[in-house]
C-alpha cells in the first residue's frame, strides 16, 4: 500500500484557501478501469433506483470501463430499454441478502450474481453473532446484555445499574431500521420484550453520541477502507421510527475529535480483515457511534448502502475507482492494488423522507436535478452528483406512482452539494435541507410540483 497526495488541497503557500482534507484508500482510476476492461464488458446494477449507479457513471464517461446499466426489480427494465447482455456481463445489487430478488433476477438472465459469500454475509449481518466479529478484531462496543428468547425474567433483570437508556436490537434487522428499538425505562423495555417474545435480542447502553458509518471494500489481500460519514438517524422531520436511517454527510478529520477518524479507519480495517478470514468479498459498511473520541462499533452492513453514492464522489476527487467497481474486482480477482490518497472531502449530504402513515401515492416528483422556486422543486437539466451545484438538488423516486406504502417507508432521497444537518446528537436539519424537506413534502400532498 502506498500513499499519494491528491490533487486540489489548498494550502497558504499556494494561495489557495485551505480544503478539508482525509485519507482515502482504493485502487488508482486509470489502473482500475483497465482492470475491470480485462474481466468484463457489462455491469448490470440492480436496484429499485438508480442514484448509485449513477453516481458511478461519472468515473467511467467518455466511453471508460464496462458498460454500465441500471435496472429496477420492479419495472425490470431501465430508461434505454432491456436489451441482450454483454456477452460478459455481471450483476451487481444493492442488498443481494435481503431477500430473493436479486438472484432470482440475475438467474433469470444468465447473469452471475457478485456479491459476497451467503454465509458470512449472514453472519456479519446478524445483530447478535457479530459480536464475535467485534471481539475476535478487539473492537469495543457499547456495553450489552443478551436476553434469550424464553423464560425470560423482567425487564429490570436486563438492564445494569447506571444505564440511562438502552437500545434494544433483534437478531434480524431490516433496510430501514425496524428491528432496532430504544428504551428510556424499564416499562419501555418490557414492551420490547412482549412485542418480541420468542426471539434473542441485545439490550446495550444508549450512547450518546453521534453516528457515523465508514464504507469499506474486503478483497482478497486488503481491507480498502474509503469514505467516512455522519449518519442520520430517526430525525422527526423524515421518520417516525426511532432507529431509522435519514441520510449521511460525508466527514474530514477536522470535523471530529482529534484521533477519532483514524481510529475509525483502524477500526473498519480490523472488521474487514476478520469478514475476509470468514470467505467474505466485497462492499460492506460498518456503523458506529462516538463516545467522546471513542468510536464504539455498533454493526456491520454486509452490502452496499445509501451513502455509497456520496462516498463514490470522494472517490472521484481522490482519482480513485468508485466503489461499485471495486466491489466487481473484489470478486473476481484474489488480489487488487491499493494505495492510500490524501485528498478533499467533498461537501456533500444526503435526506431520506419517510413515509410517515400508510397511505397511497399518485404523483411524486421525478427522479432528476432541481431548484427551488416559491418554495417548490422546479425540474432543471440534469446533472451528476459531482457536479450539482449549490442551491440545488437531485430528487431520487424510492417508490413508484400509485404505490401503496406503509408507514416508514422510504419514498425519496434529497442529495445536496451542502451540510445537511449539525454534528451533534440530536442533529438538526440546517436551514437550506430544512426548506427542500418541506417542499418535497409539500409535493407528497399535492400541494405543490
Same mark, same amino acid.
Given at each position: 500500500?502506498?500513499?499519494?497526495?491528491?490533487?486540489g488541497g489548498g494550502?497558504?503557500?499556494?494561495?489557495l484557501?485551505?480544503?478539508?482534507?482525509?485519507?482515502?484508500d482504493?485502487?488508482s482510476?486509470d489502473e482500475g478501469?483497465?482492470?475491470?476492461?480485462?474481466?468484463?464488458?457489462?455491469i448490470?446494477?440492480?436496484d429499485r433506483?438508480?442514484?448509485?449507479?449513477a453516481s458511478?457513471?461519472?468515473?467511467?464517461r467518455?466511453g471508460?470501463?464496462?458498460?454500465?446499466? *441500471?435496472f429496477?426489480?420492479?419495472?425490470?427494465?431501465?430508461?434505454d430499454g432491456?436489451?441482450?447482455?454483454?456477452?460478459r456481463?455481471?450483476?451487481?445489487?444493492f442488498?443481494?441478502e435481503?431477500g430473493?430478488?436479486?438472484g432470482?433476477?440475475a438467474?433469470?438472465?444468465a447473469?452471475?450474481?457478485l456479491?459476497?459469500?451467503p454465509?458470512?454475509?449472514?453472519?456479519a449481518?446478524?445483530?447478535?453473532?457479530v459480536l464475535?466479529v467485534?471481539?475476535?478484531?478487539d473492537?469495543?462496543?457499547?456495553e450489552?446484555v443478551?436476553v434469550?428468547?424464553n423464560?425470560r425474567a423482567?425487564?429490570?433483570?436486563?438492564?445494569?445499574?447506571g444505564?440511562?437508556?438502552?437500545?434494544?436490537?433483534?437478531?434480524?434487522n431490516?433496510?430501514i431500521g425496524?428491528?432496532?428499538?430504544?428504551?428510556?425505562?424499564h416499562d419501555?423495555?418490557? !414492551?420490547?420484550?412482549d412485542a418480541?417474545?420468542?426471539?434473542?435480542?441485545?439490550v446495550?447502553?444508549?450512547?450518546d453520541?453521534?453516528s457515523?458509518?465508514?464504507?469499506?471494500?474486503v478483497?482478497g489481500?486488503?481491507?480498502?477502507v474509503s469514505?467516512?460519514?455522519?449518519?442520520l438517524?430517526g430525525?422527526?422531520?423524515?421518520?417516525?421510527?426511532?432507529?431509522?436511517?435519514?441520510?449521511?454527510?460525508?466527514v474530514?478529520?477536522?470535523d471530529?475529535?482529534?484521533?477519532?477518524? !483514524?481510529a475509525?479507519?483502524?477500526t473498519?480495517?480490523r472488521?474487514?480483515d476478520q469478514?475476509?478470514?470468514?470467505?467474505?468479498?466485497?462492499v460492506?459498511? $460498518?456503523?458506529l457511534?462516538l463516545e467522546?473520541?471513542?468510536?464504539?462499533?455498533?454493526e456491520?452492513n454486509?452490502?452496499?448502502q445509501t451513502?455509497?453514492?456520496?462516498v463514490?464522489?470522494?472517490?472521484?476527487?481522490a482519482?480513485l +475507482?468508485?466503489?461499485?467497481?471495486?466491489h466487481? +474486482?473484489?470478486c473476481?480477482?484474489?488480489?487488487l492494488?491499493?494505495?492510500?490518497?490524501v485528498a478533499?472531502?467533498?461537501?456533500l449530504?444526503?435526506l431520506?423522507v419517510?413515509?410517515?402513515?400508510?397511505?397511497?401515492?399518485?404523483?411524486?416528483p421525478?427522479s432528476?436535478?432541481?431548484?427551488? !422556486?416559491h418554495?417548490?422543486p422546479v425540474? !432543471?437539466e440534469s446533472?451528476?452528483?459531482?457536479?450539482?451545484?449549490?442551491?440545488?438538488? $437531485? $430528487?431520487?423516486?424510492?417508490?413508484?406512482p400509485?404505490?401503496?406504502v406503509?408507514?416508514?417507508?422510504?419514498?425519496?432521497?434529497?442529495?445536496?452539494?451542502e *451540510?445537511?444537518?449539525?454534528l451533534?446528537?440530536?442533529?438538526r436539519?440546517?436551514?437550506a435541507?430544512s426548506?427542500?424537506?418541506?417542499?418535497?413534502s409539500?409535493?407528497f400532498?399535492?400541494?405543490?410540483?
Open positions: 500500500m502506498r500513499i499519494s497526495q491528491a490533487a494550502t497558504a503557500e499556494s494561495g484557501p485551505p480544503q478539508r482534507l482525509a485519507k482515502i482504493g485502487t482510476l478501469i483497465g482492470m475491470l476492461e480485462a474481466v468484463v464488458d457489462e448490470h446494477w440492480l433506483s438508480p442514484f448509485l449507479a458511478a457513471r461519472y468515473s467511467f467518455d471508460r470501463g464496462p458498460g454500465l446499466r *441500471a429496477s426489480p420492479r419495472s425490470n427494465s431501465e430508461g432491456l436489451g441482450i447482455a454483454a456477452a456481463a455481471v450483476c451487481v445489487a442488498a443481494p435481503h430473493p430478488t436479486a432470482e433476477w438467474a433469470a438472465r447473469l452471475p450474481l456479491a459476497p459469500d454465509a458470512a454475509s449472514a453472519f449481518a446478524d445483530k447478535l453473532d464475535a467485534f471481539a475476535e478484531a473492537i469495543e462496543t457499547p450489552f443478551r434469550p428468547p423464560d423482567t425487564a429490570r433483570h436486563y438492564w445494569p445499574d444505564w440511562e437508556a438502552v437500545v434494544v436490537q433483534r437478531r434480524e431490516n433496510l425496524r428491528g432496532t428499538r430504544f428504551a428510556r425505562n419501555e423495555l418490557q !414492551e420490547c420484550l418480541w417474545a420468542g426471539r434473542e435480542l441485545r446495550g447502553r444508549y450512547v453520541g453521534p457515523m458509518t465508514v464504507t469499506a471494500c478483497a489481500n486488503a481491507t480498502i469514505a467516512m460519514s455522519h449518519q438517524v430525525i422527526p422531520d423524515l421518520t417516525t421510527a426511532w432507529g431509522a436511517h435519514c441520510g449521511n454527510q460525508l474530514a478529520p477536522t471530529l475529535p482529534d484521533g477519532v477518524f !483514524e475509525i479507519r483502524t473498519a480495517t472488521v474487514g469478514l475476509r478470514r470468514r470467505g467474505y468479498r466485497g460492506f459498511g $460498518l456503523d457511534v467522546r473520541n471513542r468510536p464504539l462499533a455498533i456491520i454486509p452490502r452496499f451513502v455509497v453514492s456520496l463514490q464522489a470522494a472517490e472521484q476527487r482519482d +475507482l468508485p466503489c461499485l467497481g471495486l466487481v +474486482l473484489a473476481l480477482l484474489p488480489e492494488p491499493v494505495q492510500t490518497v478533499p472531502v467533498p461537501t449530504g444526503q431520506v419517510h413515509a410517515d402513515r400508510n397511505r397511497q401515492f399518485g404523483v411524486l421525478e432528476g436535478t432541481y431548484r427551488l !422556486e418554495d417548490a425540474l !432543471e446533472r451528476c452528483l459531482a457536479d450539482l451545484a449549490a442551491g440545488h438538488a $437531485l $430528487l431520487w423516486a424510492q417508490v413508484q400509485g404505490a401503496e406503509n408507514e416508514g417507508d422510504e419514498l425519496i432521497l434529497i442529495q445536496l452539494a *451540510a445537511v444537518a449539525t451533534q446528537t440530536p442533529p436539519l440546517t436551514a435541507a426548506d427542500w424537506v418541506r417542499a418535497v409539500a409535493c400532498e399535492g400541494s405543490s410540483c
